[in-house]
């Protein structure tokens, strides 16, 4: 039986977290695979090696620079869940940052911290077979991903804009008929267009398409009034690192 | 009655004995109705759901409905939704398998619809666009079962056009704003005096349908307003293609400087080609399930935007913003002619007015035709 292992790193247990959610299906990935270290859902944990491994979390310590490595060494495919894990997540925000200032400014003790100087995705680590992005990620798309490797086929993960889901779903595009701001044209697709169906923008938390126009994006945003540090903001809200090209940010 | 028989009036009551008729023969109505901030075609239930009293005003890249004190009916344009999410639905699954615990496998085919769509208020450019899916999709050596299973027997209620919008330029494409073919029933919203619709039918399904509504004769200055309608939308239409054969200005702008200038306004969102309402690309794609027990074959609209359309072994032809855009308008007005005889386009002006970057297919192809004799744009976009 497939054998699965859950892992994480720096990040808020969301991703882990559509696994459990996707109760109608548990008990069917439970029967198919064995969960052999999943310390969100059980305390049993198997040694290794694995067949595959779901990575969540960046990596901002030493020693999680070390342990992916184990990790990496110990799984046959190896599959990277969400913002942190894909893109080094919100707390890449520190990359354009002093980490020293801001740990002074949190922590009592900031000498007890041991930590990096950048949040980084794991792909700048080890290598990576399949990315599942979003913040969170889309549980469609971690079923889909399970049962292509169950099948041995290739998971369907398309890399286009958000827009070509979003009028598939028959979505009113909320720039062209109520002039908001949306990363949708930029955005890779995964999520099902879920933030435009309920009438809101996108907020880009797949991270770039597969080849965004920053440029004719900020016309867009700047059209839809919004400032030149609106813009900034939007970009950095949950994929600062992978959006900084298209954003034009050198940051 | 035949479509040779006289016109009829009805009364805006006759729009709800419609449904009635139309729900009575089977049929599941499908029509514009106001949602989201636009009329969208969707299927309603009764004629209450008309987006009565509304309009759309749009521009490149812009759409806002907008109120009108005339209770006007059919005076939407461009709307983001056209007959094709019906006919070619963006996802429509084409077989499924299923193995038995022996190990024997059973296939079904795409599910049969359970529906046969009446399309009530689409306007003629939109019954333009049926008939070019007509010929891609069900006119050659191999019709599309999921086409033609919920095409063949639909039955289609034109609204002529009285209330263009500034992104509609169906007189270039011949398409309209009056209605001449491809419907079973015409309507002609009038709004002078009393609020009545002109009525003729275009097949005998049609005047069958006519036959069952309350309807009187109509006069003469009632088909000279019907005609004075049509006629006065035609003069409204603003926005026009170059006028000259467009297939032949595609092939002589191939290496145009002009295709850089759209790649920098493009954002491949492909919002354009999937408001088209001829636009037919899908691709397909394997799903399981996780007892891999059982497999379906899906598939979905696609776009010559994205990069994976043009994958080949090795990695995708059309790289490039430009060979995207050269693609997608070269389709539509010039080698769609090449492969079914007819313009890829019927001026409904969707992708004008739902392009988030208000990219517009009519100023581009001015632009081409300007560019003529400018020196080329360097490396094959
Ligand atoms: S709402 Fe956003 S994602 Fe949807 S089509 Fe418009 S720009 Fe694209
Ligand atoms: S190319 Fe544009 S104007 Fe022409 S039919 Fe398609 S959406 Fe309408
Ligand atoms: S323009 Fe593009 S999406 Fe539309 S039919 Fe042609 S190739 Fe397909
Ligand atoms: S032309 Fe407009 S709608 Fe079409 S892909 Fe480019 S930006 Fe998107």
């Known amino acids: 039986m497939t054998t699965l292992a859950v892992w994480k790193f720096a990040s808020c247990d969301g991703c882990q977290l559509s696994l459990l959610d996707c109760e109608d299906e548990l008990l069917a990935v439970a029967g198919r695979v064995r969960i052999a270290h999943f310390l969100e859902a059980s305390r049993a944990v198997l040694p290794g090696p694995y067949d595959v491994s779901l990575v969540e979390g960046s990596i901002t310590t030493p020693a999680d620079a070390e342990r992916i490595h184990a990790i990496r060494d110990a799984s046959r495919v190896l599959i990277t869940l969400g913002a942190c894990a894909t893109a080094g997540g919100i707390q890449a925000l520190r990359n354009s940052a002093d980490v020293a200032e801001y740990a002074s400014a949190v922590y009592a003790r900031p000498d007890y911290l041991d930590t990096l100087a950048t949040s980084t995705p794991i792909a700048a680590h080890v290598d990576v077979d399949y990315e599942l992005h979003g913040c969170p990620i889309d549980k469609g798309q971690l079923l889909e991903t399970i049962t292509a490797l169950l099948a041995g086929r290739k998971p369907n993960l398309p890399a286009h804009s958000v827009c070509f889901d979003c009028k598939r779903r028959n979505n009113v595009c909320v720039v062209v008929a109520r002039g908001e701001p949306c990363l949708g044209p930029v955005t890779r697709a995964g999520c099902g267009a879920i933030c435009p169906a309920f009438g809101r923008g996108c907020f880009g938390c797949f991270g770039p398409a597969e080849t965004p126009n920053g440029p004719a994006e900020a016309d867009l945003l700047r059209a839809a009034g919004m400032s030149e540090d609106d813009i900034r903001r939007l970009y950095r809200t949950f994929t600062v690192s992978a959006f900084a090209e298209v954003a034009g940010d050198a940051s | ?381």
């Open chain 2, 1 to 381: 009655m035949t479509s040779a028989d006289p016109p009829r009036l009805i009364g805006t009551d006759g729009l709800g004995a419609l449904f009635t008729v139309l729900r009575e023969r089977g049929y599941t109505v499908v029509g514009p109705t106001a949602r989201d901030g636009a009329v969208v075609l969707a299927e309603l239930a009764s004629a209450e759901q008309l987006p009565s009293g509304w309009s759309a005003g749009t521009e490149a890249g812009r759409y806002r409905l907008r109120r009108r004190e005339d209770g006007a009916v059919f005076a939407h344009c461009a709307g983001p939704v056209s007959a094709k999410t019906f006919v070619h639905p963006p996802r429509a699954r084409l077989w499924s398998a299923d193995r038995a615990p022996d190990g024997t496998v059973t296939t079904t085919g795409p599910e049969a619809p359970a529906k046969r769509f009446a399309f009530v208020g689409v306007h003629p450019c939109d019954v333009a666009a049926l008939g070019v899916l007509d010929r891609v999709l069900a006119g050659g050596e191999h019709p599309d079962p999921i086409y033609t299973a919920r095409r063949d027997g639909t039955f289609v209620v034109v609204a002529e056009c009285t209330e263009p919008a500034a992104t509609c330029f169906c007189t270039s494409m011949g398409t309209g704003p009056g209605a001449t073919s491809g419907f079973d029933l015409a309507l002609t919203e009038l709004l002078d005096g009393e609020h009545r619709f002109l009525a003729r039918s275009g097949s005998p399904a049609g005047a069958e349908v006519l036959a069952a509504l309350p309807s009187r004769q109509a006069g003469e200055g009632d088909l000279a307003a019907a005609s004075a309608a049509v006629r006065d939308a035609a003069a409204a239409i603003t926005r026009h293609m170059p006028d000259e054969p467009l297939p032949a200005l595609m092939a002589a702008t191939r290496e145009s400087p002009h295709w850089a200038d759209v790649a920098s306004r493009c954002l491949t969102c492909g919002n354009c080609t999937m408001v088209c309402p001829t636009c037919f690309c899908v691709t397909t794609e394997d799903v399981t399930d996780l007892t891999g027990g059982h497999a379906e074959h899906l598939r979905r609209w696609d776009s010559c935007f994205g990069l994976d359309f043009s994958y080949v072994h090795g990695g995708a032809v059309r790289t490039s913003t430009a060979s995207r855009y050269r693609q997608w308008i070269s389709h539509k007005l010039g080698t769609w002619q090449d492969q079914f005889g007819m313009s890829g386009c019927v001026g409904c002006g969707r992708c004008i007015a739902w392009c988030p970057a208000g990219i517009d297919i009519t100023r581009e192809a001015a632009a081409l035709a300007a560019s003529r004799g400018e020196p080329s744009g360097g490396a094959e976009p």
